[in-house]
Each structure stands twice: as structure tokens, then as C-alpha cells.
Nanobody, 124 residues
Framework: VQLQASGGGLAQAGGSLRLSCAAS??????????MAWFRQAPGKEREFVAG????????DFGDSVKGRFTISRDNAKKTVYLQMNSLKPEDTAVYYCASSRRPLTAVVAEYVYWGQGTQVTVSS
């Protein structure tokens, strides 16, 4: 079971990046699973960024990214996306994707599977 995050990099303030998280493994099914993005900046706790349920009918965002980030998923590709617009230097962090069989929540401990993280750096 693997979650592979990609799309991170360097962006200027006000710019955009799109992160992807693909699930791999022949026996790993994302059917029914909640997918989410978290981020962690140096010296800070891991923070909920956005989450989406299996059907895409329930979506939630952390307060700091509301109105700027969107989340979507393609279940056929077992992939979840995070579109990040109007980036700010405070968005700089390692971004992790995660999955859970529980309803959408911002609680880190509810997520069982984690990707390796992708660095996002926003310059001012």
C-alpha cells in the first residue's frame, strides 16, 4: 500500500501549484475511503489542509486555506488532487496525503495510510 504525492516545488507568492496523490498496489483499494491533505512546517504540528469523501459530496478545508485551495479526486485513477491558488509564504511546508476508512475528519490519528510528503516552498 503506497500513497505517492507529487507536484510540490517552488512558487512565488500569489502563484499556484497542483499536488497529486496516487494510490498504488494491486491489493490496495481506495473504494469508500476518505482522502485528505495535511501539511507540516518546521517546528509546527501537522495541520489539516483539505479532505474529501469517496463520492466527493463532502469536502472540508482548514481555515487558513479556505477560498484559495480546492480538492478533487478521480476514483478510477485512485488519485486525489490539491489545487493551490493565491499561495502565501506561510503555505510553505511539507504536504502529505493520507487516507482513512472513517468519515471525513481533520484528526491526524484517524488516517491510516500516509504518503511520503512533497515539499512546497512559497517565496515572497
Amino acid at each position: 500500500v503506497q500513497l505517492q504525492a507529487s507536484g510540490g516545488g517552488l512558487a512565488q507568492a500569489g502563484g499556484s501549484l497542483r499536488l497529486s496523490c496516487a494510490a498504488s498496489g494491486r491489493t490496495f483499494s481506495t473504494y469508500g475511503m476518505t482522502m485528505a491533505w495535511f501539511r507540516q512546517a518546521p517546528g509546527k504540528e501537522r495541520e489539516f489542509v483539505a479532505g474529501i469523501n469517496w463520492t466527493g459530496t463532502t469536502i472540508d478545508f482548514g481555515d487558513s486555506v479556505k477560498g484559495r485551495f480546492t480538492i478533487s479526486r478521480d476514483n478510477a485513477k485512485k488519485t486525489v488532487y490539491l489545487q493551490m491558488n493565491s499561495l502565501k509564504p506561510e503555505d510553505t511546508a511539507v504536504y502529505y496525503c493520507a487516507s482513512s476508512r472513517r468519515p471525513l475528519t481533520a484528526v491526524v490519528a484517524e488516517y491510516v495510510y500516509w504518503g511520503q510528503g512533497t515539499q512546497v516552498t512559497v517565496s515572497s
